[in-house]
C-alpha cells in the first residue's frame, strides 16, 4: 500500500454465448412432424436454455476458464467467485513493465552498510497516476543515521517519462534514473537535496504475489469499495553501490525490499501503517493495516516469507498490532506511531523506528504527507526494515 489515486473500473475479459444459443435454434428447423413429436423435449429444452442463459449473465465478466475453475464439471461451486477472479492472473515478466492503470508505483527502500559501520536508509520511488491528466512523480529520501542528516526530493511530470519495453521499466527524469527488468535493476540519482545514490540490484529469490489469506488469487488484493489491486515484491534484493554527501562519495551494500503495485483502485479513501521487515533467520515480513479516513479499521493482513522461499498469506487473526511509541512532527504536528508490537504466530516483535524524524512532506509532487524510515525489530526475533504511516493527517482532522 502506498499513494493515492481515482477509481477507474478496468475492462474485463468475458465469454460469449450466442454460439450456444445458435446451437439450440439449429435444432428446431426441422419438418413439421418432428416438432409435433418432439414437443414435450422442446419444453425441456427450452426451460434448459433459460437456466443456462440465466447463469451465463451471472458469469458473463469471467473467462471461461477461470469459472471452470471456480466451479468443476458435475460439482457445485466451494463458495462466492472473488471479485479478483475476474482479471488476468499475475504474469510476468510482462507485468514489470507499466500498465495504464488507474495507479501504479515501483517503490524501494532499504539499509545500506557502508565502510567503518556507517549506515545509510532510503527509499525511492516512482508514480504514474492515470485520471483526467497522466503524470509521474517521483520521490526520493536518503538518511545518514550516524549524524540523523536527512535528505529528500521530488517532482512532478506531465506524462510518463519512461522508455518503451514489453518486459521491465526504464523512467528518466532530470539528475535520476529507475529501471529494471526481472532480477536486474538500477537506480541512479545525482541529487537527492545535495546527496547521491547509485545501486545495481540483483534478485536471487523468487517473486512474492501478495493475495489475502484463502483467496485463490495470487498477486490480487480486494479492498473493496475502493476498487482491487495487483501487487508482488522482491522482499530482498542484494544491492551494491554507492552514497555521496558533499565531496565525500563511498561504496555501500545491503537488501532492499522492492514493490511492484497496480490497479483500479482509490486508495485515498484509505490510511495505513505497512511494515516491511527482514528478520535475523532469514525470513521476510510484509503486514499492512488499513483503516478508513475516520480511522476506523477496514483489513488487516500480511504475507511472511521462509527462508527457503515458501511464501504463506496471513489472515487477520493471526496479527496484533499495537502502538507503542509516538513522534509528533514539529512541522506538521502529524502524530505518527513510530514504536509497535506486532504479535504473528510464531511470537511478538518489538518494532521501533531508527530515525524518527522520517516525514515525508510531499505537498509539491503528489499534495499528501507521509512517514517512511527505516525499524530496528527485537523481541521473538531481532531484524530490521521499513515502516510506513500514510493517511494519519486525516485521523488528526477526525480527532479535532
Known sequence: MR??????VMKLAGNDPP????????????RPLWRIL???VALLLLAAVACFYGLRVLDADLPAAQVATASPAGSAPAGPVERTAKLPPLSLPADDAPHGSAMEWWYYSGLLDGPGGQRWAFHVAVFVANSMIKHTVMHAALTDLATGRRYTAQSRTGGIPAQASAHGFEFQGTGWTLGGAGPAHHLRFDDIGGAALTLDLQDASPVVAHHAS???TPGLLDFGDSGISYYYSRPRMSARGSVGSGSATQPVSGKVWFDHQWGEFDVGRLGWSWFALHLADGSDLMVYQLFDRQGLPVATTGTVVRPNGAARALAANEISLQP????????SRIDYVVGWNLKV???????????????????ASSANIYWEGPVRVGGAQAGDGFLELSGYEALKAAQR
Open 38 to 40: 418432439l414437443a414435450p
Open 19 to 30: 454460439q450456444r444459443y445458435n446451437r439450440f435454434g439449429r435444432s428446431q428447423r426441422r
Open 345 to 363: 504466530p510464531w511470537g511478538e516483535l518489538a518494532i521501533d523506528a531508527l530515525h524518527d524524524d522520517s516525514e515525508f512532506d510531499a505537498a
Open 324 to 331: 507503542a511509541r509516538r513522534w509528533v512532527s514539529p512541522r
Open 214 to 216: 484463502g483467496s485463490l
Open 3 to 8: 499513494a493515492p489515486s481515482s477509481f477507474i
